[in-house]
């Protein structure tokens, strides 16, 4: 079936940094979210995208979904010990089911 | 509102005991969700629902019964538990429509069979 692939699966930066993380499709998406989960939690949706090229932010973040609808990314700017988490992305998957990536596994060094 | 619900949060089985992991979600969402937490494997469907009485598979079915009477609530059952089905299970509810809107999660449930 169809899948996405989160690159990197691990990341770690010291505080202050940006990162770029990535989720590809071999196939055209309809949409796109990004959920985050802290340690220990569950997983909580930080937005979604649907437009071809469509860029949105949200305070240090900021969400991209490609021209050709089949990747998407994530930039954080000046990493902060509060983004630690697993980012995950999901796509409507065929019928009306969501599948997730395998999620990106964030530390940052203080 | 409560928002999703899961109970228990933890659990011990033996292997071939069965269990119910319940879920229920007070905002009227018709779409629910089960999916399974695995280090390095990400969240895998196993079953969904887009409203009473229609459930379907997702990527990992087998071993796992569901059934949906209520809008509220989404019973996931393990049959005859084994040890490949110790997990993190998660319960999510949505809107739906045209495309997926924002999932609600529930807190999960932690499940060891041993």
């Known amino acids: 079936g169809q899948q996405v692939m989160q690159i990197p699966q691990y990341q770690h930066v010291q505080e202050g940094e940006d990162f770029t993380t990535y989720c590809n499709s071999s196939?055209?998406?309809?949409?796109i979210q990004w959920y985050k989960q802290r340690p220990g939690g569950h997983p909580v949706f930080l937005i979604q995208?649907?437009?071809?090229?469509e860029v949105k932010k949200q305070k240090r973040l900021t969400f991209q979904f490609g021209e050709a609808k089949k990747n998407s990314s994530l930039h954080i700017t000046a990493t902060q010990t509060t983004d630690v988490g697993t980012y995950f992305c999901?796509?409507?998957?065929?019928?009306?089911?969501?599948?997730f990536g395998k999620g990106m596994k964030l530390t940052v060094n203080p | 509102n409560a928002g999703v619900t899961q109970t228990p949060k933890f659990q011990v089985l033996k292997t071939g005991q069965s269990m119910t992991l319940q879920c229920a979600q007070d905002?009227?969402?018709?779409?629910m969700s089960w999916y399974r937490q695995d280090p390095g494997m990400g969240l895998r469907l196993i079953h969904y629902?887009?409203?009473?009485?229609?459930?379907d598979q997702g990527e990992v079915p087998n071993g796992y019964n569901v059934s949906r009477s209520t809008t509220e609530d989404f019973p996931l059952r393990l049959l005859s538990a084994a040890p490949s089905q110790t997990s993190v299970y998660f319960c999510?509810?949505?809107?739906?429509?045209?495309?997926?809107?924002?999932?609600?999660f529930g807190p999960g449930t932690r499940l060891t069979v041993t």
């Open positions: 629902s887009v409203g009473a009485g229609i459930t």
């Open positions: 999901a796509f409507q998957g065929g019928s009306e089911k969501l599948v």
């Open positions: 999510a509810s949505s809107y739906t429509g045209r495309l997926h809107y924002e999932q609600y």
């Open positions: 905002m009227n969402h018709e779409y």
């Open positions: 196939t055209t998406l309809s949409n």
């Open positions: 995208l649907v437009k071809s090229g």
